[in-house]
């Protein structure tokens, strides 16, 4: 398997060790922006054109540069017609030059998927299987971390996600808790959001996001945020039956306080499981899932206000 990777961060290094763990004989290109950087990964071949690069020999093009650069990128990429895996979130905004983006990957039917790596947690996954046939009366989603704890030893004030001009932004960065909620209810009747960035923080970026999506017998309720020092990812589902309270961090579902699922897996595993999927089932497939033209949808709900 032939992979090149465009943009080489903290988020790269996990998909990378999910595909040496998938394949062993990976070739893995990476093209850096600046004509001085090494590599300090074993394996990884550093490339600085696209023009050196044999597009039509690759398997596919990982994008995991700054969310910044994720048009421009796309734009040189689309005429290659070669399958995507992109790093959420797809965009840093929306406009009608995204959107005309948007449509001419879908016209060429390029394959593209978007990552979306906690639609592979066990316990999210479990949920979708046990609220098959459940009448829902209420969702509430909530996600809190203390950003300075992210990157140890980096200024988190240096950093994409504290910085609005760089495309960051507590309701974009955590867009995960939006997509799965949209794979698992679906889209939205009608949406409300309100974004802040008032905290202890001091961020340009917003650091608080709360979201109302109401469907026709049920409202969901999301609520992020940078600032809450003892981390919290949590789902609640009130039914007719009882209530499920699914904790993302510990991997668990407990319905009417008793714990009826429970893995040993943790949301890092989940990397590989969704390298795993694209591989088999996206480009060896065909399947369509989670392209660019869903995820799309699901960021103007995140970016709606």
């Known amino acids: ?66 969310t910044s650069e994720h048009f421009s990128t796309l734009q040189q990429l689309v005429e290659f017609d070669i399958p995507l895996f992109i790093e959420k979130p797809l965009f840093s905004k929306i406009n009608e030059e995204t959107q005309s983006l948007v449509d001419e990957f879908e016209k060429k039917e390029i394959t593209t998927y978007v990552a979306c790596n906690l639609r592979f947690l066990d316990c999210i996954k479990e949920l979708k299987t046990i609220l098959k046939d459940a009448k829902i009366n209420e969702v509430s989603v909530y996600c809190g971390s203390y950003l300075p704890n992210w990157r140890p030893g980096v200024d988190f004030r240096t950093v994409y996600s504290a910085n609005k001009e760089m495309g960051g932004g507590v309701h974009i960065d955590l867009i995960h808790e939006l997509d799965y909620v949209y794979w698992l209810f679906g889209n939205p009747d009608k949406t409300n959001s309100f974004f802040s960035n008032t905290s202890s923080l001091k961020i340009s970026a917003y650091d608080y996001a709360n979201y109302l999506w109401t469907y026709k017998t049920f409202s969901a309720s999301i609520v992020l945020n940078y600032f809450r020092k003892e981390s919290k990812r949590s789902i609640e589902v009130v039914t007719d039956k ?34 795993e999927f694209f591989v088999k089932n996206i480009l060896i497939g065909r399947e369509k899932f989670n392209t660019i033209k869903e995820a799309n949808t699901i960021l103007k709900l995140c970016m709606k206000d």
Request: charged letters at 20%.
């Open 1 to 66: 398997m032939k992979v090149l990777i465009i943009g080489l961060g903290s988020i790269a290094k996990k998909h990378i060790a999910a595909i040496n763990k998938l394949d062993q004989s990976a070739e893995i290109y990476a093209l850096r922006s600046n004509p001085h950087s090494k590599s300090d990964i074993a394996g990884v071949i550093d490339t600085y054109n696209l023009n050196d690069v044999k597009v039509s020999e690759l398997d596919f093009v990982l994008i995991s540069n700054p």
């Open 242 to 275: 009882g209530t499920y309270y699914v904790d993302l961090l510990k991997n668990t579902i407990e319905f009417n306080n008793k714990c009826i699922f429970a893995s040993q897996k943790r949301i890092a595993d989940t990397y590989y499981n969704q390298i």
